[in-house]
């Protein structure tokens, strides 16, 4: 499907031979405006993360594309520009889902990592997933874009040996300091460790206090990747 992820709804009625393949997210309203007609040839329901983070940054770019021209008023109403953000929220949301705790193995091991990051910085985060996946990590996550959940952070403690906290400006100072009080507790009270590790992510971020290990992503410099893969098997 030329790199683009979607959603069979179905084959075309006079035509069986080709399948309707739908680019948005469920329950969207105007669903016969984003779907193409394809042979069956065309389509595949092989695709993880990778194919998905992919999708995710091709994205990124065709709209930043459309975003550089033209009046506001002409490119938020192109069948285009709709279609490509349909497809945008559609795999950002598939992507969330791949980082659902649930789909991590039970049994806690330091190959299991969950990554807690704000939602302005996914896509910072979404290079450090991928980089992680290719070294054969399990990497969950969770983005905040919902309030804090105590059940999250018990099955995190039961499944995950490695913690990374993304910080940037956009980080809930407040929330921060809860999680990281609440994993540090739990250790204590159950006479484990986690390997925890601050990761910042621009410039104008510092580390709390309380943090002990902490590597500073803000360049661009490829061997910063290196030194946490360091600090994860140690």
Same mark, same amino acid.
Request: glycine content about 4%; aromatic content about 12%.
């Given at each position: ?83 490509? *953000?349909? #497809?945008?929220?559609?795999? +950002?949301?598939? @992507? ?6 649930? %789909?991590? /193995? $039970?049994? !806690? ?42 059940? *999250?952070? #018990?099955?995190?403690?039961? +499944?995950?040996? @490695? ?6 400006? %956009?980080? /809930? $100072?407040? !929330? ?59």
């Amino acid at each position: 499907m030329s790199g683009r992820i979607g959603r069979y709804i179905g084959n075309k009625m006079a035509d069986n031979q080709k399948a309707m393949i739908y680019f948005g997210y469920e329950g969207e309203e105007l669903r016969y405006a984003n779907f193409a007609e394809l042979p069956h040839t065309s389509v595949q329901n092989d695709f993880g993360r990778t194919e998905l983070l992919n999708r995710f940054y091709n994205l990124k770019r065709d709209l930043k594309k459309i975003d550089l021209r033209g009046h506001p008023t002409i490119r938020n109403h192109s069948a285009d520009h709709r279609s490509l *953000l349909s #497809e945008y929220n559609m795999v +950002r949301m598939l @992507i969330n889902e791949s980082l659902d705790i649930k %789909h991590v /193995d $039970r049994n !806690r091991t330091e190959r299991n990592i969950f990554i807690s990051y704000a939602p302005n910085d996914a896509l910072f985060t979404y290079d450090l997933i991928s980089d992680l996946d290719d070294y054969k990590y399990n990497v969950c996550g969770d983005s905040h874009e919902l309030p804090p959940s105590k059940s *999250l952070l #018990e099955s995190v403690t039961e +499944r995950c040996g @490695i913690i990374l906290f993304v910080l940037s400006r %956009h980080t /809930d $100072r407040a !929330r921060l300091k809860a999680d990281y009080t609440f994993l540090k507790k739990y250790a204590e009270n159950n006479e484990t460790s986690f390997n925890i590790v601050f990761i910042l992510s621009d410039k104008q971020t510092a580390a709390p206090e309380y943090a002990m290990s902490v590597l500073d992503f803000s360049g661009k410099d490829g061997k910063r990747f290196n030194e946490l893969l360091y600090v994860l098997s140690i």
